[in-house]
């Protein structure tokens, strides 16, 4: 049973350019959420969707934006990219039960030079 | 912004000590989870305390919440040079839509001398 995997791992992007950052949820999970992690800080909440819709978003400026598809599967996409968006991306998903943990991916090392 | 501020922010301790964190928030919450994460990769739950328990164990884990003075610990006994990680609390406030967010404090970093 795979669990929350990420794509790519690493990459390394200049200022103003576009990026995207896939992720598929652990098998039986329906709710992806996305976490911003700045080195030395914790994770910070950018969103979470379930049933294709966003429900609730972290405090991200409408650069962060996501989607997430039939299969329950997500994409995090950041527009015009400034030098503090280098962190670690990690996504997780989860159950829609409320009281269940969150299962993470390795995340994805975004760098903008 | 971060609710959770885990206590120290740093902590050595020898192989076979008990390692205590600390974590402080400031809202009301529905519940408390702390997680694990090895340098720089994901994080790993570790344990769930809801708002109305008091004492949580899970083997060498125990965790603790006082929801009057809005704290929460976390004991690992025995350790061992694995458990060397940064550890995070995460609180969790269930909004009126249901949706499940987990707000994260800075973390403690653990090491374990061997």
């Known amino acids: 049973d795979a669990g929350v995997t990420q794509s790519p791992t690493h990459l390394i992007k200049t200022r103003g350019q576009q990026v995207t950052l896939r992720c598929s949820p652990k098998?039986?999970?329906?709710?992806v959420s996305w976490y911003q992690q700045a080195l030395g800080q914790g994770p910070q909440f950018i969103f979470q969707?379930?049933?294709?819709?966003?429900?609730q978003r972290g405090n991200f400026p409408d650069r962060f934006s996501g989607h997430q598809f039939p299969n329950y599967s997500s994409e995090l996409n950041v527009n015009a990219l400034l030098l503090g968006d280098s962190a670690l991306y990690l996504c997780?998903?989860?159950?829609?039960?409320?009281?269940?943990?969150?299962?993470f991916g390795n995340g994805t090392r975004l760098t903008v030079t | 912004s971060q609710q959770g501020e885990e206590d120290p922010q740093a902590l050595s301790i020898q192989e076979g000590e008990n390692a205590t964190m600390n974590c402080s928030y400031k809202?009301?919450?529905?519940?408390l989870q702390w997680y694990r994460q090895n340098s720089g990769r994901g994080l790993v739950h570790l344990i769930l305390?809801?708002?109305?328990?008091r004492e949580k164990h899970s083997g060498r884990l125990r965790v603790t919440l006082d929801t009057s003075k809005k704290s929460s610990s976390l004991l690992i006994t025995a350790s061992r040079a694995a458990d060397t990680a940064s550890y995070f609390c995460?609180?969790?406030?269930?909004?009126?839509?249901?949706?499940?967010?987990?707000?994260f404090g800075k973390g403690t970093k653990l090491s374990v001398i061997p």
């Open positions: 305390i809801r708002s109305n328990e």
């Open positions: 997780a998903s989860s159950p829609t039960w409320k009281d269940s943990p969150l299962h």
């Open positions: 995460a609180t969790v406030l269930i909004s009126g839509a249901g949706s499940y967010q987990l707000t």
């Open positions: 809202t009301s919450i529905n519940n």
């Open positions: 098998s039986g999970h329906d709710t």
């Open positions: 969707y379930y049933e294709e819709e966003e429900r």
